[in-house]
């Protein structure tokens, strides 16, 4: 749920059959890279917030934010499934931890400068 502060080290390690997981869109939730390690069929991830985060979109005033939103919330299911898992035999830690951390970072950051500006318009429309 939303209360889970971070994924650690190893904590999916040889899970091959995982497919998809669902995380709280905080910075900070993937802290290791090795978190995937060998799970090459993690090809999808959904955020716990997905649903409220897809009504704040859907509210978006400008049908730009909204479509750019809708694209960066879905790109990880995109970009995941050819993303290497990588494997403890080569000593190689893979780069889905990576991707989702960039990914969870990009999302984050989109939102705090969509609010800005939508500040902005108001402050303007205000005045």
């Not at 904590?11 to 995380?23: N, P, Q």
């Not at 090809?43 to 997905?50: I, R």
């Not at 299911?77 to 889905?96: M, T």
Request: net charge negative; charged share 35%.
């Amino acid at each position: 749920g939303k209360e889970l502060e971070s994924i650690e080290e190893w904590a999916f390690y040889d899970c091959t059959y995982l497919e998809r997981i669902t995380i709280p869109l905080k910075d900070g939730m993937i802290t290791d890279d090795d978190i995937f390690q060998k799970c090459e069929k993690l090809k999808s991830v959904d955020l716990v917030e997905g649903e409220v985060l897809r009504d704040i979109i859907t509210a978006l005033q400008l049908e730009e934010w909204k479509n750019e939103m809708d694209r960066e919330m879905s790109a990880i299911n995109q970009i995941l499934p050819s993303v290497r898992a990588g494997s403890y035999v080569h000593d190689d830690v893979g780069e889905k931890a990576l991707a989702i951390r960039r990914w969870i970072s990009l999302v984050l950051r989109k939102i705090i400068e969509y609010k800005a500006h939508h500040r902005r318009l108001l402050n303007e429309a205000a005045t």
